[in-house]
């Protein structure tokens, strides 16, 4: 109940959001970005091109998905490594510094690294301590290129140490967001195809992204949201393994140190927590090396059916992409280190003990036990932080200067600035040296705001603030203090001068730009809709070769005529399964299965793995799918979820607080999840409506 809720109200709160983009074009507020034309214009052109996309990938699905899963860690690999290296040139050949907080983070780094921390501004981290980590970061990097020769003074090439390390985390994120849809999709025969098309809109979107440059929270934070939720997925996949608490106080150190960096990292774990707590109880299933626990209780036969499908996905999907399984790209992954965190002698067989199988009051205390655990880990991390990593920078904080949450609340409310960064609200606050008494004055000032707008009038400054929040392709690029301040001497490139006028605001080329981002931003929210179709799982099913996919196109034949194909062929929408040439399907132990010699060696039952063979002709033998169940296994439905309900927390995150579009760049990749899960619905759900009605 809890997932459907979650993805519903995903739904409705996009719907809307969508709507204000589309016909809300006249409405003014404040940091409106000028376009060079309208957003309903962008919407049908960013939907038609993807449209036509689709359906190049949808005729060529076969051939796509066969080469792709046979050397996928190959052309991910490639992939991965031309975006660095992108990113570095483009960096290189583009950077500049920004006066505003890079710079209040950046200058003191270089003092501290220089030997000069006299210099270093107290009253700046007093009044923005979440800064002080970042700094801390920063500064430890110079420090550490010290070792190799002098950094020099802020202003130089001393900084592009850092700048290549948020590239290598925007690299990783990208890497992160692969892997979480490959094993989302991997049910569908078609994950391969699925997570390298997502790779790659990644990429051009958020991968090359100029926020890249600025040295800053925005860029480094990137990373956390989506690492929070793979190690989530993880977990899931082998929570019947040895000690899974550990998964969560990792998850609660990353939350804690993420959190310090950017405190809307936090929302995803809140949405982790929330969607766990409330789950149906199930026996957690032990995916290790293969092991798969039993099912003892009769209240869980459902979920544990559903959790059984991993295990033959899992097989299934590792035919047909059996390059990857021991992939060094994987080996490098956080994966590989979980790995070896939960290593035990001998085969991890499914938990059997107390807290493990699948009664009511063991789940619950499975539960607690693992939110006990995250809680260790983000008290153990903020220990090191207020106890280590805080004193070794000898800062003098004034916590009477601190900028509170009611400040935000209170700013966030502000009609002059629709919610934006406002200097008088910051002078305000600055009045009261008391800290109880700032708090007290900044909640009174943000309840008087909102008695004078009234029901009407704050729905419109809500409507305001959303678009100030969303309505920016660019993520409110260009927007902040003295943006373009300096750039270092003699650093440039062929590209140089043609890459700022691209990203400078006062470039001449950048309305183009601006509008390609726009259309893409537009794109992702569009297609995030498309999430609505889990709230009817029968319309949300495999995009399998089976009778209702037998009228639609198949891929061109290969000059191979004796190649064999083997995918992974999840269950399909259809109690009476046939085979390509119409004949019903013979049965073997109960499920309809195509009839074929080859023998199973992937040790799971045939409902879950088929293999089709061309034959002389060249025309490709479908195999039916089994039997009716959703395009997403419960995972993958447990996934959604939180991707659902993080989005609708860092919307209401962003309507509540200081607005500013910027402050979303971190949950883009996020965004692109959703878009993806969405748009693959969509296709799916047309696909099966067009075979049924050529049944």
């Known amino acids: 109940m809890i997932k459907k809720i979650a993805i519903f109200l995903y739904f409705i709160i996009s719907l809307i959001i969508c709507g204000l983009l589309l016909f809300a074009n006249n409405v003014n507020y404040y940091c409106r970005r000028g376009f060079v034309s309208w957003n309903p214009l ?46 570095i040139f483009f960096t290189y050949s583009a950077f500049f510094f920004s006066d505003w907080d890079p710079a209040g983070v950046l200058s003191p780094a270089f003092h501290v690294a220089n030997g000069h921390p006299e210099n270093v501004s107290q009253d700046y981290f007093s009044s923005f301590p979440n800064n002080i980590l970042l700094f801390w970061i920063y500064s430890g990097i110079l420090k550490f290129m010290s070792i190799f020769g002098p950094i020099g003074e802020y202003g130089g090439a001393g900084v592009m140490p850092i700048v290549y390390i948020q590239c290598l985390l925007n690299t990783v994120t990208g890497y992160l967001v692969f892997r979480i849809l490959r094993d989302i999709f991997r049910k569908s025969g078609y994950s391969s195809l699925i997570s390298v098309a997502s790779l790659i809109l990644y990429s051009i979107f958020i991968g090359l992204s100029p926020w890249l440059i600025i040295t800053y929270s925005d860029a480094a934070g990137l990373i956390f949201p989506v690492l929070e939720l793979r190690l989530y997925q993880v977990y899931r996949q082998r929570r019947g393994g040895k000690r899974p608490y550990l998964f969560w106080l990792l998850l609660g150190l990353i939350t804690r140190f993420g959190y310090n960096i950017k405190p809307q990292a936090v929302i995803m774990v809140i949405a982790i927590v929330i969607i766990e707590a409330f789950e149906a109880n199930s026996k957690p299933t032990a995916l290790i090396h293969g092991h798969h626990g039993s099912q003892n209780n009769k209240a869980d036969s459902e979920a544990q059916e559903e959790d059984s499908t991993l295990q033959g996905a899992s097989s299934a999907d590792s035919n047909l992409q059996n390059a990857v399984a021991d992939s060094t790209l994987q080996g490098a992954s956080e994966d590989s280190i979980l790995q070896t965190v939960l290593a035990d002698d001998g085969p991890q067989k499914a938990e059997t003990k107390s807290g493990f199988e699948g009664g009511r009051s063991n789940s619950v205390f499975y539960k607690i036990r693992n939110f006990l655990a995250l809680g260790l880990g983000i008290l153990v991390m903020s220990l090191v932080i207020k106890g280590i990593i805080i004193p070794s920078l000898g800062l003098s904080l004034n916590p009477a200067k601190t900028f509170g949450a009611a400040h935000y609340f209170m700013m966030g409310l502000n009609d002059e600035s629709d919610g934006v960064y406002n200097a008088g609200d910051g002078d305000y606050t600055n009045s009261f040296d008391d800290p109880s008494e700032r708090t007290a004055a900044d909640l009174s000032l943000a309840f008087d705001r909102i008695r004078s707008y009234g029901p009407a009038g704050l729905l419109r400054h809500g409507m305001r603030k959303t678009l100030v929040n969303f309505n920016d392709g660019t993520f409110a690029w260009g927007l902040n203090g003295n943006f373009f301040a300096s750039t270092i001497e003699g650093q440039t490139t062929f590209l140089t001068d043609f890459l700022r006028k691209l990203i400078y605001t006062d470039g001449s080329l950048f309305p183009l730009y601006a509008s390609y981002q726009q259309t893409l931003w537009l794109l992702i929210l569009f297609a995030s809709l498309g999430m609505g179709l889990l709230l009817r799982k029968s319309r949300f099913c495999h995009l399998t070769e089976g009778p209702d996919m037998r009228h639609y196109p198949a891929p061109a034949p290969d000059t191979d005529t004796h190649a064999q194909e083997t995918g992974s062929q999840g269950p399909h929408c259809s109690s009476a399964p046939t085979t390509a040439s119409g004949t019903p399907a013979q049965k073997s132990d109960g499920l309809n299965t195509a009839p074929s010699t080859a023998p199973d060696t992937t040790g799971t039952a045939a409902s879950n793995s088929s293999v089709s063979s061309r034959t002389d002709t060249g025309t490709a033998a479908l195999t039916p799918a089994a039997s009716s169940s959703p395009g997403l296994d419960r995972e993958g439905g447990i996934l959604s979820a939180v991707i659902a309900l993080s989005l609708i927390g860092i919307t209401i995150f962003e309507l509540l607080f200081e607005a500013m579009a910027r402050y979303l760049f971190i949950y883009s990749p996020v965004w692109l999840l959703a878009a993806v899960i969405g748009w693959t619905g969509i296709c799916f759900t047309l696909l099966q409506r067009k075979g049924r009605k050529h049944q």
């Open 42 to 87: 962008f919407c049908i052109a960013g939907l038609l091109f993807l449209s036509l996309l689709s359906l190049f990938c949808i005729n060529k699905r076969q051939s796509l998905e066969r080469f792709l899963s046979a050397h996928l860690k190959y052309v991910a690999a490639f992939i991965l490594i031309l975006l660095l290296a992108g990113q």
